[in-house]
């Protein structure tokens, strides 16, 4: 499927000493979907952020902890979830023009339907390369262990039942009728979760214009692995980013 998004984001920095700061965040966002358009989502979300710094050599590194909250609004109250977040992360300049971070992270999201109720814990890993003023090419990595949440379709449009997800639906955690692709598409769907390991990268760059404005090209891969089963998922995603 493809999908656009559309992001606002109020950001309140607070500069508590020369090394450290305090951030206070507010975000928007509607997700709207071409095919399945239940699937579109409205979110609204906030975040503190304290970062501080314990020496101040030129590749010194930053600490960061972050604590967030959001809430999804679906087509279907099936899928409506709080997510919580927290995070802890440490990042340095390499070179002049290298720059990464380290970092780990939990996330819970409770959901109105059992079966989208999931817990997560991430490593992750960025690299940022300045190629020149205005271009930045970056990359992430991340190692996922936790839940995870994917639908089948149990009966075809036809009426004939699918035999081969019986594995998978035993070895799940949860089973429920999936709303929004019942509602969408003909057959029969079921969501499932099963406890996965998912590791993805991203390649990226961003091309800034002006001071306020960079047009954003990047790649996600993900590979999923869980009992019974794995699969992949590419999504590449044009932006625009804009700063008042």
């Not at 071409?34 to 989502?41: P, S």
């Not at 075809?156 to 019986?166: A, H, P």
């Not at 029969?188 to 002006?210: D, K, Q």
Request: with cysteine; proline share 1%.
């Amino acid at each position: 499927d493809n999908f656009a998004r559309l992001n606002a984001t109020l950001v309140l920095d607070y500069e508590l000493s020369f090394n450290k700061s305090l951030s206070f965040e507010l975000q928007l966002a509607h997700q709207a979907y071409e095919n399945t358009q239940l699937l579109g989502r409205n979110e609204v979300g906030g975040r503190v952020i304290y970062r501080w710094q314990n020496s101040f050599y030129y590749n010194s590194p930053w600490y960061q902890v972050l604590s967030n909250v959001s809430y999804w609004d679906f087509g279907k109250q099936q899928r409506d979830s709080t997510l919580y977040t927290q995070q802890a992360m440490v990042s340095a300049r390499l070179t002049t023009i290298i720059s990464g971070s380290l970092g780990i992270e939990y996330k819970v999201r409770d959901s109105e339907s059992r079966v989208y109720d999931t817990q997560q814990g991430r490593l992750f890993m960025h690299l940022d390369y300045a190629w020149s003023d205005s271009l930045s090419l970056y990359s992430s990595y991340s190692y996922i262990s936790g839940d995870a949440v994917t639908s089948v379709q149990n009966t075809y449009c036809n009426g004939l039942i699918e035999t081969s997800v019986y594995y998978l639906l035993n070895a799940s955690d949860e089973i429920e009728a999936d709303q929004i692709l019942n509602e969408e598409y003909c057959g029969e769907w079921i969501s499932y979760r099963l406890p996965a390991t998912t590791h993805s990268l991203v390649l990226g760059g961003n091309m800034g214009f002006g001071h306020s404005s960079s047009v954003d090209l990047s790649w996600l891969y993900a590979s999923v692995e869980a009992e019974g089963n794995t699969y992949q998922r590419n999504i590449f995603q044009l932006s625009y980013l804009k700063a008042f």
